[in-house]
């Protein structure tokens, strides 16, 4: 079961140059996935999001693979030190065109007590070309670990640049995660 929140401050309607990609909405899903093999994880989801601007449900079908791999100090490491992480997901998306987003995510930084500063280098292409799909972006983050222990907070700064013809952005992305299973 999950919950996510994809929210906008600009909001998406009215505003002069609407972002429609801004979900502006909480998807409420089912779903399941493999166990990890290697750091390679697959999985599948069906849900709805409900938008909280337009005041609507949509159906919100998710299917995808992620690998992980990382080098040097973990979240809570007994000692401080470097480290590097690296992810690849590829996701099919229903609402959004029946479109499959492939994007990576890397992070260079130091771990000390249960916290990371780190350098945040990400690329997203995808399979239908659409301008939003398609860009690089850079910047700082910080990963905070919490209570319970697989609980954790991530707050990231982002300068980012459209592979097609549209201009460059800025974003600050802030993430509460909490997972457990059984």
Avoid: C
């Avoid at 337009?54 to 995808?64: C, E, Q, S, T, V």
């Avoid at 100090?73 to 590829?90: I, M, N, Q, V």
């Avoid at 301008?131 to 982002?158: D, H, K």
């Amino acid at each position: 079961m999950s919950l996510r929140f994809v929210g906008d401050t600009r909001l998406t309607i009215g505003a002069a140059a609407p972002q429609y990609l801004s979900e502006s909405s909480f998807i409420l899903a089912f779903g399941v996935s493999t166990e990890p093999w290697r750091g390679i994880v697959a999985w599948a989801e069906a849900g709805t999001a409900l938008s909280y601007v337009k005041r609507h449900a949509l159906p919100d079908y998710r299917a995808g693979f992620s690998i992980a791999r990382s080098v040097g100090r973990s979240l809570r490491a007994e000692s401080p030190g470097w480290f590097t992480d690296a992810t690849l997901d590829g996701v099919f998306v229903s609402r959004f065109g029946n479109d499959f987003l492939l994007y990576e995510q890397t992070r260079l930084g130091y771990t000390f007590g249960p916290a990371q500063l780190y350098w945040n280098a990400n690329v997203t292409v995808d399979a239908r070309s659409q301008a939003w799909a398609n860009f690089v972006e850079s910047g700082p983050g910080i990963r905070i670990g919490l209570m319970p222990r697989s609980a954790f907070l991530t707050l990231n700064y982002f300068r980012g640049a459209y592979l097609a013809d549209r201009p460059s952005f800025t974003d600050f992305r802030a993430g509460l995660w909490y997972a457990f299973s059984r």
